[in-house]
């Protein structure tokens, strides 16, 4: 049980449409984490909130990508105008606060997006 | 510079064999974290294993260890006793500094295919 629920699973859109992807922990937690995986480069991190709070958010690639923790169990990562080359998978991962000195993280599933 | 290193991209191993992968990493910080995560096909983010940077033993969690050489700044996962269900892409994963901040740095991968 990874803990997070993300949706959509799958997202085709066309060029110029706003993109919007959920994430929602579903066990305790004090960090979460937005990354993206591509071929060409890798898993990046994006975006991370501590305690709901966005921490650092410099690997957000422009101004076109936003993302908000309105709550610990919500959080959201939006994309307007989507283009092409955000074509990628959207991860969410958190970190459980439980006492744990590994600091592991725990993924969704991850939504793919598909920009035409 | 790269700090974490994952320099085969592919690896084929016979079912029932033992396979390592290899991870290289770069940290002038004392204390960090290595972690090793595993991502199958239906392309979810799995946590396999950790391995502190002050740690004695290297880490085994069940059929996995994590060959820690710290003077190299290697951490190699050791797959024991192959199934075919192993076959997926591998991460190499670390993290810096105390407490605090748990934000990951991922290598490339690895693709590891099984073979029956």
């Known amino acids: 049980d990874a803990g997070v629920i993300q949706s959509p699973r799958h997202e085709v859109t066309e060029m110029g449409q706003e993109v919007t992807l959920r994430c929602k922990p579903i066990?305790?937690?004090?960090?979460l984490f937005w990354y993206r995986q591509t071929m060409m480069r890798g898993l990046e991190l994006l975006i991370y909130?501590?305690?709901?709070?966005?921490?650092?958010d410099s690997g957000m690639p422009e101004d076109r990508f936003s993302a908000k923790m309105p709550n610990a169990s919500f959080s959201t990562l939006k994309i307007q105008p989507s283009e092409p080359r955000d074509s990628a998978v959207y991860f969410c991962?958190?970190?459980?606060?439980?006492?744990?000195?590994?600091?592991?993280?725990?993924f969704g599933e991850g939504s793919r997006l598909t920009v035409l | 510079a790269q700090k974490i290193t994952q320099t085969q991209p592919g690896m084929f191993v016979q079912e029932k064999e033992a396979v390592t992968l290899d991870c290289t990493y770069d940290?002038?910080?004392?204390?960090?974290?290595l972690f090793w995560y595993k991502q199958p096909s239906s392309g979810e983010m799995i946590f396999l294993i950790y391995?502190?940077?002050?740690?004695?033993q290297n880490a085994t969690e069940g059929r996995y260890s994590l060959n820690f050489q710290k003077a190299r700044k290697s951490a190699n996962l050791v797959i024991s006793a192959s199934q075919l269900g192993d076959s997926a892409m591998y991460f190499c994963?670390?993290?810096?500094?105390?407490?605090?901040?748990?934000?990951?740095?991922f290598g490339r991968g690895t693709s590891l295919i099984v073979h029956p």
């Open positions: 391995q502190g940077s002050y740690d004695q």
């Open positions: 940290t002038s910080d004392p204390s960090y974290g």
């Open positions: 991962a958190i970190h459980r606060d439980q006492g744990r000195v590994t600091g592991e993280l725990f």
């Open positions: 066990s305790g937690h004090d960090s």
């Open positions: 909130f501590n305690n709901n709070v966005p921490i650092d």
């Open positions: 994963a670390m993290r810096e500094g105390r407490g605090g901040s748990y934000i990951p740095t």
